[in-house]
C-alpha cells in the first residue's frame, strides 16, 4: 500500500472484501492451473503451478506465518521465548517441517479433487473466500495475543461488515 498512500490502509473497514480478494485469488490460480491441464499437462504439474501462482499472488504471507508459529511452538518455553522465535526472521527445523507438509496437504487434496473431476478454479476460489472469511470469524471470536504483531492490524469487524462478507462469500 506504501504505492498509494503514507497511511495504511484500514484493514477493518475493508474486512468485508476479505472473501472477495480470496475468491479473485484462487480464481486466477486455478484457472490458471485449469488452463494449463486443458493444454496437457499433467496434473500434478498443473496443480502445482496453481499453488506456486497463489503464493506468488498473496507474497507467502501466510506460508511465512505457518513457518514462524511452528518455529515458535516447536522450540516451546516460555510466552517471551516463543514470541522471539516467532518474529525471528530466520527459519528454523520446525518452520522448514511444516512447510513441507502444509504443500504437500495442499497439493494432495488438490490433485484428489481434480482426480475426482473438480475444477482448480472452483476448488481454489471456495477455498480462498472461506479461508478468508474465517479470518474475520477468528477476529471476531478470539482476543490477539499480547505479542501481536502484524494481527492486531485488524480490529472487531462490524456485524454490518461481517454480514456483507457472508452475503459476498
Known sequence: WSFFSEKPPDLTNAAWAFPLVGFLIGALSGALGDFLIFLGLPIFLSCTIAIIISIFLTGAFHEDGLADTADGLGAGGSPERINKIIHDSRLGTYGVVALI?????RLGLLLTLVENEYSLVSTL?????????AIIFSRNLFNNSRFAKTGSIVEIVSNKNLFLAIVIW
Do not use: E, N, Y
Not at 101 to 105: A, E, N, Q, S
Open 101 to 105: 507438509l502444509g504443500l504437500l496437504v
Open 125 to 133: 476460489s471456495v477455498g480462498f473466500a472461506s479461508g478468508k472469511l
